[in-house]
């Protein structure tokens, strides 16, 4: 069975530019989740879809970042306009329906926006 | 501040040698995890513990879990080169859907 996977792995943009992130989680996984881990920070949480609705976006730093899942499937984070300090790593994790239930990670998208 | 506090940020030892990573936090949680994350890749789960005083053992792995479930700690017996990573805690605070983060230990094990 296929992991959580995240593309790209890499993107470098420039300041004002709009990128588009991309998570495939587990088939069958209700939970989503976006995490973001800036350089020399810890791992922050951005936000969290049931399905297609959106839980809990507590974590998203401002109105540049916009999330979407639809039809409860894989999910798209987007940066418009990025910035300087919107650079890090960005991770998906999924988990089954449920509390506290096993959280799998994709493999991150670097961001880098110069 | 951050919600979860683990020490040390950076540990090197030598082959053979035991090390211990600390997590400790303010609040109670549901559930605390070990995480290892090697580098281009996503955290890996190595454990979860949930009741408090628990104590649970992966091979040369022991994880603890505090009494009061507001702290873990991780040890490494004999620790070998392949233990090389940087090693995360994080939990599922009362009543919370989201995973908060330690900072993470990085560890380097010289053969």
């Known amino acids: 069975e296929a992991g959580v996977t995240q593309f790209p792995s890499h993107s470098v943009i420039e300041k004002g530019q709009t990128v588009t992130l991309r998570c495939d989680p587990i088939?069958?996984?209700?939970?989503l989740y976006w995490y973001r881990r800036v350089m020399g920070k810890e791992i922050k949480f951005l936000l969290h879809?049931?399905?297609?609705?959106?839980?809990?976006e507590s974590g998203m730093p401002n109105n540049r970042f916009l999330a979407e899942r639809t039809g409860g499937t894989y999910s798209t984070l987007k940066v418009q306009p990025a910035e300087l300090e919107d650079s890090g790593v960005y991770f998906c994790?999924?988990?089954?329906?449920?509390?506290?239930?096993?959280?799998?990670f994709g493999q991150g998208t670097r961001l880098t926006v110069v | 501040t951050q919600l979860l506090e683990q020490s040390p940020q950076f540990l090197s030892i030598q082959e053979g040698e035991n090390l211990t990573v600390y997590c400790n936090s303010s609040?109670?949680?549901?559930?605390l995890q070990w995480y290892r994350q090697e580098p281009g890749e996503g955290p890996v789960l190595l454990v979860t513990?949930?009741?408090?005083?628990e104590v649970k053992k992966l091979k040369r792995l022991t994880f603890q879990f505090g009494d009061a479930r507001k702290d873990s700690s991780l040890h490494i017996t004999a620790a070998q080169p392949g233990d090389t990573g940087l090693y995360l805690c994080?939990?599922?605070?009362?009543?919370?859907?989201?995973?908060?983060f330690g900072a993470g230990t990085t560890v380097t094990v010289r053969a």
């Open positions: 088939s069958g996984h209700d939970n």
């Open positions: 994080a939990g599922y605070r009362i009543n919370d859907y989201k995973l908060s």
């Open positions: 609040s109670v949680f549901s559930s």
């Open positions: 994790a999924s988990s089954q329906q449920g509390k506290n239930t096993e959280a799998f």
């Open positions: 879809f049931v399905k297609e609705s959106k839980q809990d």
């Open positions: 513990v949930v009741t408090g005083g």
